[in-house]
């Protein structure tokens, strides 16, 4: 199975910073990964897909890059309403794989 | 609007078993791939599996962990989607979400399964 590793696990941040995530595999799964945002007693909500796709209707302050076994998620300026859990997800092989989550709180 | 609503959760014992319904709307439920994903309280996101189109021969694929207890199938005539679970377990314990799209671009409200004597 391919591994996703998530870092940092919990970051604390401030409105406007700018927040990075890591999403690391094990193996080289191209460009097929998703991130996805869940606040708490909430269905995730997908933000970014093929690894760096804008999902329709999502903030353009949310950002994706990278390919092969090294990702990130972006926020370019952290809103209120971005403080919440976010998850990357490789669909590159069986089994798919979500990453532990990054959990972004309110410094 | 897509709508996914998933029913059928609910207290089972420890090797029972519980099927669980997910009716869509709003899109064209036939082209799509649909996922199921589980999340215990407290913990991550756990992918259960997914069936693809008939384009795709409805081909299924599961997580690992589960030793085939598990199956996903779906009636195109009636827009739903199903999770067939069988031997479950303690661990089982979740909260249950449908997806559909082959990005799990959109989420049922999720159901709850207790596995519990």
Known sequence: DIQLTQSPSFLSASVGDRVTITCRASQGISSYLAWYQQKPGKAPKLLIYAASTLQSGVPSRFSGSGSGTEFTLTISSLQPEDFATYYCHQLNSYPFTFGPGTKVDIK | EVQLVESGGGLVQPGGSLKLSCAASGFTFSDSAMHWVRQA?????????????????????????????????????????????????????????????????????????????
């Open chain 2, 41 to 117: 309280s407290g913990k991550g996101l756990e992918w259960v599996g997914r069936i693809r189109s008939k384009a795709d021969n409805y081909e299924t694929a599961y997580a690992a962990s589960l030793k085939g207890r598990f199956t996903i199938s779906r009636d195109d005539s009636k827009n739903t989607a199903y999770l067939q679970m069988n031997s479950l377990k303690t661990e089982d314990t979740a909260v249950y979400y449908c997806t559909s799209g082959w990005y799990s671009d959109y989420w049922g409200q999720g159901t709850l399964v207790t596995v519990s004597s």
